[in-house]
């Protein structure tokens, strides 16, 4: 049997070293917002000609208009979205001139505005949104796991998985603030998309080694050492956790490999949240149950 509730110190120094290093870069750079939080211009147009221009030509034809946070994502249809954080006529027309060296016939099917009030709304309510999914996740778990009440009580649990999956989106935010200062990476409504998948893709697996956790406590009626108990419990759902998040990895490979600019950073984050969501369930959420027993029956 693996002792890995017993290296949990190694655990917490990676994991705060990790955490730590997130906020710091996050507070030096801060995130690269793109148009969803900035505001800016949406445009779609449908190209006329048999065979279309790849979105390096188009990147290539606009580069002397020097577009801000410009995105190209081919749609159905011979048609492209290009978003852009200018929003004025000339900077649009300037856009279409390019475009029809290109196509003389191409049509612009529509131009949509975004404002900073509505950029500023997505901010609340992105924020709103992993707020209350976390505060939800820990009110479900603190219920669900009322039976094992003890010296480590149900709300405990919830504050045992809240914490691994704070840790989870902390290094994948710091992730993406490197990603935005070296190499110009934006973030948009997507990327909060995938922090709400990571959020439950996490706190699944944490609920999974919980269970196992409540089912050897009530099996055992209390007579064993609770850190035997969970480290037993990791052990027998270890393969179990590293099977499950292998499948979603070579998945999420796959994805960034081969999916395209406009989903490429999407499968970026949720890979690094993944990976660091299986360990945080098992190094992390585990061992603080562990440090917390310590501290009280002491």
């Not at 976390?134 to 914490?163: D, H, K, N, P, Q």
């Not at 979603?248 to 969501?277: N, R």
Request: without cysteine; proline residues 1%; neutral net charge.
């Amino acid at each position: 049997m693996l002792q890995i509730i017993q290296k949990r110190i190694y655990a917490y120094w990676f994991s705060g070293i990790l955490t730590g290093a997130s906020v710091v870069a996050l507070l030096f750079f801060g995130l690269n917002f793109g148009i969803d939080f900035k505001g800016g211009t949406l445009m779609e147009v449908q190209f006329t000609l048999e065979t279309i221009p790849s979105v390096a030509e188009v990147e290539q034809r606009l580069t002397d208009l020097s577009l801000q946070s410009l995105t190209i994502q081919p749609t159905d249809d011979n048609g492209m979205l290009l978003r852009y954080l200018a929003s004025d006529e000339a900077a649009n027309d300037n856009v279409l001139s390019k475009l029809r060296e290109l196509d003389a016939g191409i049509i612009q099917l529509r131009t949509d505005f975004i404002g900073g009030s509505v950029s500023d709304q997505i901010k609340k309510n992105a924020l709103s949104g992993i707020i209350l999914s976390i505060v939800g996740i820990a009110l479900y778990i603190a219920w669900a796991f009322r039976r094992v009440s003890g010296i480590v009580t149900s709300w405990e649990y919830g504050m045992g998985a809240i914490i691994a999956l704070a840790h989870d989106i902390i290094i994948v935010i710091g992730i993406f603030v490197l990603l935005g200062k070296y190499s110009g990476v934006e973030i948009g409504v997507p990327f909060i998309a995938a922090l709400l998948t990571i959020l439950g893709y996490s706190v699944n697996d944490t609920i999974v080694v919980y269970d196992r956790v409540r089912e050897n406590l009530l099996r055992s009626a209390r007579k064993e050492d609770f850190e035997v108990i969970v480290n037993r419990s990791l052990n027998e759902t270890l393969g179990r956790s590293i099977n499950t998040s292998l499948t979603v990895i070579i998945t999420l490979v796959a994805i960034v490999l081969f999916g395209g600019e406009s989903i490429k950073w999407f499968g970026v984050a949720l890979l690094a949240g993944v990976t660091f969501g299986t360990y945080s369930s098992i190094y992390i959420a585990s061992a603080l149950l562990v440090t917390r027993y310590k501290m009280k029956t002491k």
